[in-house]
């Protein structure tokens, strides 16, 4: 296990811990509203398969970052659930590609209606203006975190010309 130099980050404020602290609590919200819906974490690909057409299983695992083994069983629950169905790739017929199936697009539409109704109702007292606020500063802290996964990770004792990015996968 490989550990993050911290001895040049800078210094966290009071309103960054703050922030950790509700970053941590949102996320433990979201957990809790998945754990009361039906939706399980299979269910999540759906909606880049939906979104980007059929794919491979190696590109749905690269859109969504995980592991294409986790991709592949989740993919395997979709099938067997009617969701999406497997096609021959007409590029590699080696190959298939993962396609919603009608099924699969019903649930996407289901998901989203839930979610809009959630939003909704947490969002009922705000103004357009709070909620347009929140939305661009939401947006560019969700930039700021995906820059930030992308960068190699210094590792604890190197020096920064000696920090390289980890090659085995």
Same mark, same amino acid.
């Given at each position: 296990?490989?550990?993050?130099?911290?001895?040049?980050?800078?210094?966290?404020?009071? +309103?960054?811990?703050?922030?950790?602290?509700?970053?941590?609590?949102?996320?433990? !919200?979201? #957990?809790? #509203?998945? +754990?009361?819906?039906?939706?399980?974490?299979?269910?999540?690909?759906?909606?880049?398969?939906?979104?980007?057409?059929?794919?491979?299983?190696?590109?749905?695992?690269?859109?969504? #970052?995980?592991?294409?083994?986790?991709?592949?069983?989740?993919?395997?629950?979709?099938?067997?659930?009617?969701?999406?169905?497997?096609?021959? @790739?007409?590029?590699?017929?080696?190959?298939?590609?993962?396609?919603?199936?009608?099924?699969?697009?019903?649930? !996407?539409?289901?998901?989203?209606?839930?979610?809009?109704?959630?939003?909704?109702?947490?969002?009922? @007292?705000?103004?357009?203006?709070?909620?347009?606020?929140?939305?661009?500063?939401?947006?560019?802290?969700?930039? +700021?975190?995906?820059?930030?996964?992308?960068?190699?990770?210094?590792?604890?004792?190197?020096?920064?010309?000696?920090?390289?990015? @980890?090659?085995? #996968?």
């Amino acid at each position: 296990m490989t550990s993050i130099d911290t001895s040049s980050a800078p210094a966290r404020t009071p +309103a960054a811990e703050e922030l950790v602290e509700e970053f941590g609590s949102l996320m433990r !919200v979201v #957990h809790l #509203h998945k +754990a009361q819906s039906a939706m399980r974490s299979a269910h999540s690909l759906l909606f880049p398969v939906a979104h980007h057409g059929p794919l491979r299983t190696t590109a749905l695992a690269e859109l969504v #970052h995980t592991d294409p083994s986790t991709t592949s069983r989740q993919v395997a629950e979709l099938v067997s659930e009617g969701l999406v169905e497997r096609q021959d @790739d007409p590029a590699d017929r080696r190959a298939c590609l993962i396609a919603t199936t009608a099924a699969g697009r019903a649930a !996407v539409s289901a998901m989203r209606a839930q979610r809009a109704r959630l939003f909704a109702e947490a969002l009922s @007292d705000w103004s357009p203006q709070e909620i347009t606020s929140f939305t661009g500063d939401l947006r560019r802290f969700r930039e +700021a975190l995906a820059a930030s996964a992308l960068a190699p990770a210094p590792v604890l004792g190197s020096t920064p010309s000696s920090t390289q990015p @980890d090659q085995e #996968h």
